[in-house]
């Protein structure tokens, strides 16, 4: 049989190693939801380009002040 003090440690070792997994648990999913509120975050944004160059054309927006620029085509 091992002493008191070994079985003590081995359960310290143990509480420590399921202390961790639920917290990779947690953290995993938390993970799926960053990446599911991202998807929806850049489909958002892809509407309000859509909406942007239906009505001003193909432009890059200044994000300070609101002015564009149109996008300029690159010849090949």
Known sequence: MITEEQLKSIK???SKVNSILIDM???ESRKH???HSYAE???EMEGIKA???KEYGAV???LEDGTFTPVE???E
């Open 60 to 62: 890059n927006v200044n």
């Open 51 to 53: 909406e942007l160059e």
């Open 12 to 14: 310290e070792s143990q």
């Open 25 to 27: 648990g947690y953290l």
């Open 33 to 35: 939801e960053l990446a």
């Open 41 to 43: 975050a850049a489909k």
């Open 73 to 75: 085509e690159k010849e």
